[in-house]
């Protein structure tokens, strides 16, 4: 597609749940980023990938946050027992290259809610 | 990366001219200097960045003071279609690049 496509766009689950977040690259994007948002606030880090490999990880608050990237293109952001404090807009972008001078493409986000 | 201060907030009236202002003191020689904006409900998007020069594209321009401690984006005629979060971000070439968002300025464009 032509842009960053990211899924579901709202999800709705109840505390202990696991959920999964997609995110669809931009074609031919090397780089891929997780961050997420809570409310007022600017989008926080979570994980970057270079290619299939996790190349930080260091914003992953705690171990119940996993991302992969099997085939370099898409990734799935996974999160175990969820928590209230979860709840957040987690968001998804690409770019060309993580080197020099870069422009990141962000997608919609996809808004979770833990009840 | 340098970080950068921004204010919380400011107005323009539409049709006039949005200067924002960022403030990177301890910015180093090889970070450039990048904008994004976030539309409510929306991902941030790209504007514009720089280094040293001053750049202009279709959607604003980038001054960047001759000593690279403070830059302005500057949105020549505002319309409400403006209205967003605005972030300025410094970060280096090279490397794994991971732009760090603060909170930026909430820009509001009244008719």
């Known amino acids: 597609g032509a842009g960053v496509s990211q899924t579901p766009s709202n999800k709705v689950t109840e505390k202990g749940k696991y959920v999964e977040l997609r995110c669809d690259p931009i074609s031919g994007h090397t780089a891929l980023y997780w961050y997420r948002q809570s409310l007022g606030q600017g989008p926080e880090f979570l994980i970057y990938?270079?290619?299939?490999?996790?190349?930080?990880d260091s914003g992953l608050p705690n171990d119940r946050f996993f991302a992969v990237r099997p085939e370099g293109s898409v990734s799935t952001l996974k999160i175990q027992r969820t928590e209230r404090g979860d709840s957040a807009v987690y968001l998804c972008a690409s770019s060309p290259r993580a080197t020099g001078a870069n422009v990141l493409t962000f997608g919609a986000g996809s808004r979770l809610t833990v009840l | 990366d340098a970080k950068t201060t921004q204010p919380p907030s400011m107005d323009c009236a539409e049709g006039r001219a949005a200067n924002l202002p960022c403030n990177h003191s301890?910015?180093?020689?090889?970070?450039?200097v990048y904008w994004y904006r976030q539309i409510h409900s929306q991902g941030p998007q790209y504007i514009i960045h720089g280094l040293k020069n001053n750049e202009t594209n279709e959607m604003a321009s980038l001054i960047i003071t001759e000593d690279r401690k403070s830059s302005t984006l500057i949105l020549p005629h505002a319309t409400l279609r403006d209205t967003a979060v605005y972030y300025c971000i410094v970060s280096k070439t090279g490397g794994s690049y991971i732009p760090t968002f603060g909170r930026g300025t909430s820009l509001i464009v009244h008719p």
């Open positions: 990938f270079q290619g299939t490999g996790a190349a930080d």
């Open positions: 301890t910015i180093s020689g090889n970070e450039y």
